[in-house]
C-alpha cells in the first residue's frame, strides 16, 4: 500500500466474511480499497469517511500497512470503543 502518502487516514474494518457474533448497529458495507473484501463500516467510520479522504481497508491489509508504517494509522477514541466492544462478544 506505498501508494498511499502519510496524509491518507486509513480506516480499517472488520470484514463481512467470518463468524462475527457482533456488528456495531448501523454499520454498512464496503469493499477493502486493498484487496477488496467486504467490510462492515461503523457508524464512526463512515464519519471519518465524510470528514476525511479515508480509505477504507480490512483487517488483515490494515494490519499489514500499519506494520509497515508503524505510528501512521489513526484510530478514532470512537472507533476503540467499538473494537473494545466487539473484543468482548467474539
Ligand atoms: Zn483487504
Given at each position: 500500500?506505498?501508494?498511499?502518502?502519510e496524509?491518507?487516514?486509513i480506516?480499517?474494518?472488520?470484514?463481512?466474511?467470518g463468524?462475527?457474533?457482533?456488528?456495531v448497529?448501523?454499520?454498512?458495507?464496503?469493499?477493502?480499497?486493498?484487496c477488496?473484501?467486504?467490510?462492515?463500516?461503523?457508524?464512526?467510520?463512515?464519519?471519518?469517511?465524510?470528514e476525511?479522504?479515508?480509505?477504507?481497508?480490512?483487517?488483515?491489509?490494515?494490519?499489514?500497512?500499519?506494520?509497515e508504517?508503524p505510528?501512521d494509522?489513526?484510530?478514532?477514541?470512537?472507533?476503540i470503543?467499538?473494537?473494545?466492544?466487539?473484543?468482548?462478544?467474539?
Amino acid at each position: 500500500m506505498s501508494q498511499y502518502d502519510e496524509e491518507t487516514t486509513i480506516l480499517m474494518c472488520l470484514p463481512v466474511e467470518g463468524d462475527h457474533r457482533y456488528i456495531v448497529p448501523g454499520s454498512v458495507q464496503r469493499q477493502c480499497e486493498d484487496c477488496g473484501a467486504l467490510v462492515w463500516v461503523a457508524p464512526s467510520g463512515q464519519q471519518l469517511l465524510i470528514e476525511s479522504s479515508a480509505i477504507v481497508v480490512c483487517m488483515n491489509c490494515g494490519r499489514a500497512w500499519a506494520k509497515e508504517q508503524p505510528g501512521d494509522l489513526e484510530i478514532t477514541s470512537k472507533q476503540i470503543d467499538e473494537i473494545k466492544e466487539w473484543r468482548k462478544r467474539n
